[in-house]
């Protein structure tokens, strides 16, 4: 399974992004997908995370409320909408593919498969 990441770029406070995970096989549409982000000097957190039917999802509380994810299997992407972004959110976000189920969404550890990363910027 390989992941491409996309959508990301340079906005202002309180614009918003979605950022797109494609996947290259159709074994996606079994795999939890989630998202992850890494800022410079700091270790990669989790921020959202959805099962493959989609009717599970998962969202950091740093971004509950303003970061939404989807999944549209038969495209084999998955989608996380970045509403009113922040300074804080500046980072590089990582998708990322596992089926070890949905109690091992939060853990970057039990993710098999992980997509390049794209970068957002946020300034103030």
């Known amino acids: 399974v390989q992941l491409q990441a996309s959508g990301g770029g340079l906005v202002q406070a309180g614009d918003s992004l979605r950022l797109s995970c494609a996947a290259s096989?159709?074994?996606?549409?079994?795999?939890?997908v989630g998202w992850f982000r890494q800022a410079p000097g700091k270790e990669r957190e989790f921020v959202a995370a959805?099962?493959?039917?989609?009717?599970?999802?998962s969202t950091a509380d740093s971004v509950k409320g303003r970061f939404t994810i989807s999944r549209d299997n038969a495209k084999n992407t998955v989608y996380l909408q970045m509403n009113n972004l922040k300074p804080e959110d500046t980072a590089v976000y990582y998708c990322?593919?596992?089926?070890?189920?949905?109690?091992?969404?939060?853990?970057?550890?039990?993710?098999?498969?992980w997509g390049q990363g794209t970068q957002v910027t946020v300034s103030s």
């Open positions: 990322a593919s596992h089926i070890a189920g949905w109690g091992a969404r939060m853990s970057a550890s039990e993710y098999n498969y």
């Open positions: 096989r159709r074994t996606f549409s079994r795999n939890v």
């Open positions: 959805i099962n493959w039917t989609g009717g599970d999802t």
